[in-house]
């Protein structure tokens, strides 16, 4: 997993704050992710990531959608073959 953090999210103590936060919500919550993907999360401008219980549920959705697509994208190689 990485993170980034765009300078308008604020002053550096803002930014690390929320990489923190995120890097918390990743590691107490490994479980329910899956497995075989990598991912790459963005914080943006407009999008306060200060209640945990939201950075880990934004996380798990946005991870089970990936997982899906990965899914997808497996069946239609293996119909072409």
Do not use: C, W
Request: aromatic fraction near 2%.
């Amino acid at each position: 997993m990485g993170v980034t953090v765009s300078r308008k999210v604020g002053r550096a103590h803002v930014r690390n704050r929320v990489k923190r936060l995120v890097r918390e919500a990743f590691r107490r919550n490994t479980e329910k992710l899956p497995t075989g993907i990598d991912m790459v999360l963005v914080a943006r401008q407009g999008r306060p990531a200060s209640v945990y219980e939201e950075v880990v549920s934004e996380m798990v959705s946005a991870a089970g959608e990936l997982q899906n697509r990965a899914g997808e994208r497996r069946n239609r190689r293996r119909r072409r073959r």
